[in-house]
T-cell receptor, first 112, second 116 residues
Framework: SQQGEEDPQALSIQEGENATMNCSYKTSINNLQWYRQNSGRGLVHLILIRSNEREKHSGRLRVTLDTSKKSSSLLITASRAADTASYFCATDAGTGANNLFFGTGTRLTVIP | KAGVTQTPRYLIKTRGQQVTLSCSPISGHRSVSWYQQTPGQGLQFLFEYFSETQRNKGNFPGRFSGRQFSNSRSEMNVSTLELGDSALYLC???????????????FGDGTRLSIL
C-alpha cells in the first residue's frame, strides 16, 4: 500500500490565489519530498525536507513538516495557470529499505 | 545537460507477450529506479539499480525484471503480459550515493504501455 495520502484529491482555484495541499503518512520517515506531474509527463522534483526540519521555502513554494502528526503541507503562493498539475509527496517509510513511496496526489487546477 | 530519456514513449502489446523498456539516465547518475503508475494504484516502486546491481525491489511478481549496464543505462522487462500491466512506466535517476529519499529523483516522461 502507498505510504502517503494527499488531501484534497482535487483543488480548483483562481489565478493569483494560494493553494495548500496536505500529505499524511503512516510511519516514521527520514525525508519527505514533493513532486509535480503535468498531464502525460514525468514527475518534477520540487523540494526535499528532512525529518529534523519544520519548514522550507523555494520561490513561491513553502513546505512544512510535522513529524508528530505525520503530516506535511505544500503551499503555492500567487498561483499561475502554469501551476496546473498533480502534486505528490514521497517518503522513504523510514524502514531502512531504500524505497520511495508516493502519495495518492492532489490534482490542482488554476483557472486563468 | 540532457534529461532522463525513456524509449519508446508508447507501446501496444497483447496478453502473453513480453516487453522491454529502456531508460537512459542523466549523465553522471548511477542510480536508476523504475515505477509503475496506474489510476487505481497510483505510483508504485518496482526496483532500483545502482552500479549494475539491483539494490532495492518493490512488491511486484517475478515477471517484472530489470538490469543496468556499465554506462548506467537500464532496461526493464515484463514477461507474460497481463491486462493489468497497462500503465505508465516511469524511470528516475539520481546520483546514487545514500538513500533514495535524501536525493531528488529526476524522472523521464515514461513509456505508456497498453495491453490488448
Amino acid at each position: 500500500s502507498q505510504q502517503g495520502e494527499e488531501d484534497p484529491q482535487a483543488l480548483s482555484i483562481q489565478e493569483g490565489e494560494n493553494a495548500t495541499m496536505n500529505c499524511s503518512y503512516k510511519t516514521s520517515i527520514n525525508n519527505l519530498q514533493w513532486y509535480r506531474q503535468n498531464s502525460g509527463r514525468g514527475l518534477v522534483h520540487l523540494i526535499l525536507i528532512r525529518s529534523n526540519e519544520r519548514e522550507k521555502h523555494s520561490g513561491r513554494l513553502r513546505v512544512t513538516l510535522d513529524t508528530s502528526k505525520k503530516s506535511s503541507s505544500l503551499l503555492i503562493t500567487a498561483s499561475r495557470a502554469a501551476d496546473t498539475a498533480s502534486y505528490f509527496c514521497a517518503t522513504d517509510a523510514g524502514t531502512g529499505a531504500n524505497n520511495l513511496f508516493f502519495g495518492t496526489g492532489t490534482r490542482l487546477t488554476v483557472i486563468p | 545537460k540532457a534529461g532522463v530519456t525513456q524509449t519508446p514513449r508508447y507501446l501496444i502489446k497483447t496478453r502473453g507477450q513480453q516487453v522491454t523498456l529502456s531508460c537512459s539516465p542523466i549523465s553522471g547518475h548511477r542510480s536508476v529506479s523504475w515505477y509503475q503508475q496506474t489510476p487505481g494504484q497510483g505510483l508504485q516502486f518496482l526496483f532500483e539499480y545502482f552500479s549494475e546491481t539491483q539494490r532495492n525491489k518493490g512488491n511486484f511478481p517475478g515477471r517484472f525484471s530489470g538490469r543496468q549496464f556499465s554506462n548506467s543505462r537500464s532496461e526493464m522487462n515484463v514477461s507474460t503480459l497481463e491486462l493489468g500491466d497497462s500503465a505508465l512506466y516511469l524511470c528516475a535517476s539520481s546520483l546514487g550515493a545514500g538513500t533514495l529519499s535524501n536525493q531528488p529523483q529526476h524522472f523521464g516522461d515514461g513509456t505508456r504501455l497498453s495491453i490488448l
